[in-house]
């Protein structure tokens, strides 16, 4: 028999990180037990942090789902909103409603601890992001569609050297209006700059001067046929919109962070201009995110024109 039942997320990044790698075939992320553990320890600005749920078969975890906190704003407007990630059944268990029951035991405890907003991506067209539209409606939660993302990336030529990257700001600028974007409190900032896989910030100028404008990139891993290689990526952009100039200065600093002749990416790059891309030596991937926010049906914020966001792809 299969239980699904929240387990404390302090205590769960081994097993989960072990269930994630099983999850995912390859390429994918390459999920470290130091990695679930630094999402796992996000500082709530609610009170509410991580929920982790695990479903167990034996004394053997088949399946596992957690939500950690955010800070984002629309419109000046700050939302504390958990993001929800690691949805994963192992491969021998899928098709049984494992992925329906941890949804349902996940949704239930966010719920309960009075978390207002969820904001979560998937493939599009794949089976968790049909999974996961139907899950959050059948815990009675509004969907607000966040667009689709065309993912880009490209092979770091051998010839790129290493850059010296700005330091990061106090804290980053927030973004356009119409957005729902990043808008890490000081403490959350502070916990985006230790993840254990390394980041740097690729600082942008605003009139000549540095300001909080930029991106926030990490040195991933990704497991592939060949073994697990590590991959510069772009996770986070502040301050935009951006034009030419910027994506310049963003390609050429991902190119200067990962290692020649390995990939690097920007998984959701909403607000650069797409069309220059080619140019900066960057592809459309044959993969494309889609966004969802979904709120509480007691839930009282407006979400003024908001259609797209720049949050990161966890
Ligand atoms: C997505 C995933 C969690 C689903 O887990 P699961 O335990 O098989 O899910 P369920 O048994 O609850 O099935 C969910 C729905 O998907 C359908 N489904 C499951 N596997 C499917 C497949 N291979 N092809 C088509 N539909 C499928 C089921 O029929 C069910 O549909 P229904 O609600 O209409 O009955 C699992 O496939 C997985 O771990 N995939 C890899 C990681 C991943 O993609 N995570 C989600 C990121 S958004």
């Known amino acids: 028999m299969v239980t699904v039942a929240p387990v404390d ?8 990180a072990a269930l994630l ?11 470290t ?3 679930l ?4 320890g996000f500082p709530p600005a609610d009170g509410i942090g ?17 939500a950690t906190p955010r800070r984002v704003e629309v419109a000046g407007t700050p939302i504390d909103a958990h993001l929800v990630s690691f949805v994963a059944v192992a491969p021998e268990a899928r098709g049984s409603g494992l992925g329906h029951r941890l949804y349902a035991v996940l949704l239930d405890r966010l719920v309960a601890a009075g978390a207002q907003a969820v904001i979560t991506f998937g493939l599009e067209g794949s089976v968790g992001l049909s999974l996961l539209v139907r899950a959050y409606e059948a815990a009675g939660f509004r969907t607000v569609d966040l667009g689709e993302y065309p993912s880009l990336g490209m092979v770091i030529p051998r010839t790129a050297t290493a850059r010296e990257a700005s330091p990061p700001p106090g804290l980053p600028a927030s973004g356009p209006a119409d957005l729902l974007a990043s808008a890490p409190t000081e403490e959350q900032w502070r916990h985006y700059l230790t993840d254990p896989r390394g980041t740097r910030w690729l600082g942008l100028p605003d009139r000549g ?5 930029g991106g926030l990139a990490v040195l991933a891993e990704r497991a592939t046929t060949r073994g697990v290689e590590p991959f510069a990526c772009l996770t986070n952009l502040f301050g935009g919109p951006f034009d030419a100039a910027d994506l310049a200065i963003l390609a050429e600093g991902l190119a200067g962070f990962g290692p020649p002749g390995t990939v690097a990416t920007l998984p959701n790059p909403e607000g650069l201009p797409l069309e220059e891309a080619r140019s900066r030596g960057l592809r459309r991937l044959a993969v494309n995110y889609c966004g969802k926010l979904f709120t509480r049906p007691d839930w009282t914020g407006s979400l003024p024109r908001l259609a797209r966001t ?3 792809v966890a």
């Open 9 to 16: 997320p302090a205590g769960a990044a081994a097993s989960g």
């Open 21 to 31: 790698r099983r999850a995912w075939a390859p390429p994918a992320l390459h999920y």
């Open 33 to 35: 037990e130091a990695y």
């Open 37 to 40: 553990r630094w999402q796992l």
């Open 50 to 66: 991580a929920v982790a749920v695990r479903a167990e078969a034996g004394s053997e975890w088949v399946g596992f789902a957690a």
């Open 209 to 213: 001067t540095l300001t909080g404008r």
């Open 310 to 312: 720049t949050v990161e």
